[in-house]
């Protein structure tokens, strides 16, 4: 089966079809004996699954029967051609899409070699009634024009994705103006892999002009603000906007454009290359009902001024629910990039709680990452849920003023997130040079997540962060190095681990990746009032060790221990569940008063939750 079939989104009366052919058939009780007596609405199904000229090799000269379902039909056809493809596509365009083009609802390209031998073979016109969504991959920039033109004449194109390799000799203004006059389009993309700063995107603002219909469009290619709010001005129906690569133009026009864009609720520039008085400007003209935000960029400082960023949301997007933020400050790992302490606490304040969006500072290899995100599941997250902390699910898109409070309240109890994400660093890299540099962050910042991904990261430097986070609440690791545990020798890293175990506040613990049973008891040790812990599965000795080890501890070492989470992902085997039940009635046999009392287990997903009653 082709996947590209089932991605398709504007087929809803194909949908409605079928739906209503499984209705029809669940209702009828069958028996069938041979593969020929089942129900026409079952083979309908079968065939939405296949290549439609594969349909007609296997199925056409069967019986009468076929013959007939296949020939009178009047089921969509969904075709996708490729080189790939044992037959030719010469004789696919002879024998199914030409005699056939009054049911095709969707067609798709490959590569340029397809596109050109349909056009040959086929002309696209009016006589393809139901012709939904088109897919060019590939289209070579000397045939975009004229097929744009033919696409016109089509009273049903919904969806229009098209890929060019070379734009040096289009204006791509014109396959704008070619795109917003087919008459009913609602989702266009359109990447232009080589398109430059020279191209142009300008489309003239005419009193006159038609608007287009479209209400998706992914621009991907580079865009400066002028071009693209001449674009917005000819789309007022736009709901979703995601443009690649947001520039600013060398010279800045002197004619103003008025946008008006009611429907306008999706923005993302994943790439933004433009100062932030430049952007400031531009959301103004599109931010009325802007509901989901998300931009990246690391050109202009002045987009960690928190202050600036309250003001543009309270007056100008009011709607904001969700606020993807990612700011970049590169360096070479040197001593004079520090991170920028006000920042990184300034965006931890009651105006960002109450939205619920949360703060996160990465340390990359060569990159300072200052980024605010909405609240979204995570590992610690399925926790709460399991353990009924979190007790009602809110679209965030559809998020009012009057249940703000009550999310307020919920994070209130658990106090701001702030997370600080360590990762692209080799242990020896991240040594005490760096650990000094960070230190002054540490301790201004009141980091609550901590996540070192990092392989076989040493005992020691562990210790050390840990340190310098008290306010540590999870902690996420990808793994330890076993052999640094040696330093446990050191009376001074001795005197810190008893120190880092005394003072810290750690709850819930992660390993991502598959750890010895030596790693997972010193982190025991290292975190009394841990809450959650959570593994990758292993092996069934490893399980009874570690399982073994809590039911010793429980009441001792670890008082608060009541989960524990087995990720499974990877693993066939149905009868772990089983095996943790032999194991905990082994275990009681010897711990019968403290040992997983009143205990439950439950596979969610891809993790398995043991939990217990303290």
């Not at 020929?36 to 609405?41: G, H, K, R, S, T």
């Not at 959301?283 to 998300?294: D, F, G, H, T, W």
């Not at 109450?354 to 990159?367: S, V």
């Not at 330093?487 to 991502?512: A, G, P, Q, W, Y």
């Amino acid at each position: 089966m082709n996947q590209s079939k089932r991605e398709f989104n504007f087929g809803h009366s194909t949908n409605v079809i079928i739906k209503k052919l499984r209705t029809t058939f669940d209702k009828q009780i069958l028996s069938p004996t041979c593969f020929e007596y089942l129900p026409n609405e079952l083979f309908y199904e079968i065939f939405d699954y296949l290549d439609p000229y594969d349909t007609d090799q296997i199925f056409l000269n069967l019986n009468i029967r076929f013959k007939n379902l296949l020939t009178y039909s009047f089921l969509p056809l969904k075709i996708n051609l490729s080189n790939k493809l044992n037959l030719s596509i010469e004789e696919r365009c002879r024998h199914v899409i030409i005699p056939n083009k009054h049911r095709l609802l969707s067609l798709h390209f490959n590569d340029p070699l397809c596109i050109n031998t349909f056009f040959i073979q086929c002309n696209i016109d009016s006589s393809f009634s139901r012709l939904e969504s088109i897919i060019l991959n590939g289209v070579l920039e000397e045939k975009i024009l004229v097929i744009l033109f033919y696409l016109n004449t089509l009273s049903r194109l919904f969806s229009l994705t098209i890929r060019c390799e070379k734009t040096s000799l289009l204006n791509i203004a014109d396959i704008y103006r070619l795109i917003f006059q087919l008459p009913v389009l609602k989702f266009n993309k359109l990447t232009l892999k080589s398109a430059s700063d020279s191209s142009n995107t300008l489309i003239p603002v005419s009193i006159n002009v038609k608007f287009s219909t479209i209400e998706y469009l992914i621009i991907n290619m580079r865009c400066n603000v002028d071009e693209i709010t001449s674009i917005l001005y000819h789309t007022p129906h736009l709901r979703h906007l995601s443009c690649k690569q947001l520039y600013q133009a060398n010279k800045i026009t002197g004619k103003e454009v008025l946008l008006t864009l009611p429907h306008l609720i999706y923005a993302s520039f994943p790439h933004c290359l433009v100062t932030f008085d430049v952007l400031e400007v531009f959301i103004k003209k599109i931010s009325a009902q802007l509901q989901v935000l998300r931009l990246v960029t690391s050109h202009d400082e002045a987009y960690l001024d928190v202050n600036r960023w309250e003001r543009l949301i309270k007056e100008y997007i009011p709607h904001l629910c969700k606020f993807h933020f990612d700011y970049g400050v590169y360096h070479n790992g040197t001593s004079d990039v520090i991170p920028d302490h006000e920042a990184n606490t300034q965006f931890t304040s009651t105006f960002w709680i109450e939205r619920q969006w949360f703060f996160k500072f990465t340390d990359k290899l060569n990159c300072f990452l200052y980024s605010i995100h909405p609240i979204s599941k995570q590992w610690f997250n399925s926790y709460e849920q399991i353990m009924g902390c979190v007790n009602q699910k809110t679209d965030e898109c559809t998020l009012k003023s009057n249940n703000i409070s009550s999310s307020f309240e919920i994070n209130q109890a658990c106090g701001p997130s702030i997370q600080m994400i360590i990762a692209g660093y080799s242990p020896s890299t991240w040594n005490t040079f760096h650990l000094d540099r960070m230190k002054l962050c540490f301790q201004v910042i009141p980091f609550t997540h901590l996540t070192i991904h990092s392989n076989k990261i040493p005992l020691d430097l562990v210790l050390k962060i840990i340190h310098l986070l008290p306010n540590i609440i999870y902690l996420e690791i990808d793994s330890l190095s076993t052999a640094s545990f040696k330093c446990l020798e050191n009376k001074d890293i001795i005197t810190m681990f008893h120190s880092v175990k005394t003072n810290n506040r750690i709850r819930k613990v992660k390993f991502n990746n598959q750890v010895e049973t030596i790693q997972i008891r010193t982190l025991m040790y290292l975190c009394p009032r841990m809450e959650y812990f959570e593994m990758i599965y292993t092996t069934k000795n490893d399980l009874e060790n570690i399982v073994g080890f809590i039911s010793m501890k429980n009441s001792t070492l670890i008082p608060h221990l009541c989960c524990l989470s087995l990720c499974v992902r990877n693993v066939v085997n149905e009868n772990i569940i089983e095996n943790l039940h032999a194991i905990i009635d082994f275990e009681r046999l010897f711990y019968s008063q403290q040992a997983f009392r009143d205990y439950t287990i439950q596979w969610i997903q891809d993790k398995i939750f043991l939990q217990w009653k303290l």
